[in-house]
């Protein structure tokens, strides 16, 4: 029997609990530690999960012999430095999107996770939500090319607060990322490198210090083109919708559902074992361990994103 592979998961919030809801559902993998800067939540975490190891220290989870791999779903503004600092200790790392803010940041990571021989994985889900999963499929075999990608990112969130409303410690970023999710998938999708990318901005938010609303183009060497809108500002339907255009059909993809142009549902329940783009991004994380192997959203395949967004800030930048 194959050895179980052991977990810590640093950042117990909103997103750290769907790691923990797919670890459950992951024959051969066990949660042993879960760090976090509130350690009243973070033990009331941790007891729903029966995970003993709790704390505030990810020096401390890395210290631990029986870990071998680490979650990090923790704020936008160290994921580079976690990653690094889980690379150097030794253990498998995944870090939650995105891997930095900052292309250097990125850089450093990809360069150290190349002399590592360790898994080194980005969360960038939409590669493996069911949904993207069947378009990517239709378009390996040949049966659908994409023309564009029409993409709205919407949110309201106006207050510094996670996707459970409570109060966030840190700044997210529509750029670094949500436009992060639709710049890799863009790419992953077409089957070809992003060429051309434009950006404009509206105005800063006066307490929160970032742009609201954005608006991004992008234009691959295959001639395929992607708009996307983000907005922080949006009172109405709130995630992330993608409409892909091609030459045979036309999808639209709800995380993890999939609708044809006339709206009419396609099932998608038999492309993976789940319906659930967490508990796949996953797996995948951990096959990629067992099997030795590069994993899909590895840092290296998802690096050319951030040289993207490298881009795009420097434009907004200079406006």
């Known amino acids: 029997m194959a050895k179980t592979i052991k977990v ?52 401390e989870s890395l210290a631990l012999p029986e870990v071998d ?20 200790a030794g253990k ?17 990571v990809a360069a150290v996770a190349a002399t590592s021989g360790l898994v080194a994985m980005v969360g960038h889900t939409r590669r493996f939500n069911p949904s993207h999963q069947y378009v990517h499929n239709q378009i390996k075999s040949g049966a659908f090319n994409i023309q564009q990608m029409d993409v709205q990112t919407y ?26 999710h639709t710049v890799d998938l863009f790419a992953y999708q077409a089957g070809s490198p992003i060429v051309q ?12 210090g970032i742009a609201m ?32 255009i091609g030459d045979t059909a036309t999808y639209l993809a709800r995380y993890d559902d999939l609708y044809n142009g006339k709206d ?4 998608v329940s038999q492309v993976a074992v789940s319906m659930n783009g967490i508990e796949l991004q996953d797996r995948e994380f951990f096959a990629a361990i067992r ?3 590069e994993p899909n959203s590895s840092v290296a395949k998802v690096l050319p994103c951030y040289r993207v967004l490298h881009g795009l800030e420097q434009q907004l930048n200079a406006a």
């Open 8 to 59: 810590a998961l640093a950042g117990a919030g909103a997103f750290g609990t769907k790691h923990l809801d797919a670890i459950a559902l992951i024959d051969g993998v066990e949660a042993v530690s879960v760090i976090g800067r509130d350690m009243e939540k973070t033990r009331e975490v941790a007891a729903k999960y029966g995970i003993k190891h709790v704390t505030d220290d990810l020096a």
């Open 92 to 108: 498998h790392v995944q870090v939650e999107i995105p891997l930095a803010d900052t292309l250097a940041g990125a850089e450093e």
């Open 69 to 88: 791999a680490v979650i990090l779903c923790t704020p936008t503004q160290i994921h580079a430095a976690q990653t690094l600092q889980c690379l150097r």
């Open 197 to 208: 990318a434009n950006a404009i901005q509206g105005p800063i938010h006066p307490v929160l």
């Open 291 to 293: 099997e030795g192997r």
């Open 213 to 244: 609303d954005m608006s991004i183009q992008l234009k691959a060497a295959n001639g395929a083109i992607c708009t996307l809108s983000l907005s922080f500002n949006n009172d109405g339907p709130l995630g992330t919708y993608f409409r892909y």
């Open 155 to 180: 949110f309201f969130r106006r207050t510094n607060s996670n996707a459970l409303g409570q109060a966030r410690s840190w700044t997210d970023h529509l750029l670094w990322h949500h436009a992060a």
């Open 264 to 267: 009419e549902k396609i099932d």
